[in-house]
C-alpha cells in the first residue's frame, strides 16, 4: 500500500526532507513497513499531557556523577590561619598571667585565646574558650579546663582572668 502511494505521487522515499537510505538502511522493507511514519506529526499523539520541565529535571537530580565533590571543593577553599609565634614580651605576659591563674588555685573563670591544629590541612585557626581552670600538667605541657577540654601551653595566645 505504500508502496503504491510512493510511484503514484512520483517521489520517492530519498526526495522527502529528513530521510535517505544510508538512516533507514537502504532496506526496502524497512521502508515499506515503517516509510508512512517517519512524516507524521507526534506533537498530538500523546496519552498523557508534557510534564512540567522541573519534574522532569527532578528525576536526574539525585545523580552525581561525582561524589563528594562538592564537599572536597567546600574542604578546599574552607580558610586556614597560620600560627603566629609571640614575641618575648608577650611570653613573658602569658607566663605572669598563667602563674596568676595557678596562684588563685583556678578558682575564677578564665578566658584563653588558643591556636588550634587544623586536622586535614597545614594551618588551623584560633579559638577562645571560657571556664575554670581544673589543673595544669606540667608534664604534657597542658592547661586542662573543668569541662574536660585540654590546651597545649605552647599554643595559647591569650590569658584573662574575668
Known amino acids: 500500500m505504500c508502496q503504491k502511494k510512493m510511484t503514484d505521487s512520483g517521489k520517492s522515499w ?26 507524521t506529526d507526534w506533537r498530538g499523539v500523546r496519552r498523557h499531557p508534557h510534564a512540567d520541565y522541573g ?12 561524589s563528594d565533590y562538592d ?3 567546600a574542604e578546599i577553599v574552607r580558610p586556614v590561619e597560620q600560627r603566629a609565634d609571640l614575641t618575648e614580651s608577650a611570653l ?12 588563685n588555685s583556678g578558682q575564677g573563670e578564665i578566658e584563653i585565646e588558643y591556636f588550634a591544629p587544623d586536622l586535614y590541612k597545614d594551618g588551623g ?25 585540654r590546651i597545649p601551653v605552647d599554643e595559647i595566645r591569650r590569658v584573662e582572668i574575668l
Do not use: W
Not at 14 to 39: A, C, F, N, R, T
Not at 55 to 66: H, S
Not at 125 to 149: E, F, N, P, V, W
Open 71 to 73: 564537599e572536597e571543593l
Open 125 to 149: 585557626s584560633y579559638q577562645k574558650h571560657r571556664g575554670y581552670l581544673k589543673r595544669l600538667d606540667l608534664d604534657a605541657r597542658t592547661i586542662c579546663m573543668k569541662d574536660g577540654l
Open 92 to 103: 613573658r605576659e602569658l607566663d605572669q598571667k598563667l602563674r596568676e591563674i595557678l596562684a
Open 14 to 39: 530519498h526526495s522527502i526532507e529528513g530521510v535517505h537510505s544510508i538512516g533507514l538502511g537502504g532496506d526496502p522493507l524497512v521502508l515499506e513497513k515503517y516509510g508512512d511514519m517517519i512524516q
Open 55 to 66: 519534574i522532569r529535571a527532578a528525576q536526574f537530580a539525585p545523580f552525581a556523577a561525582l
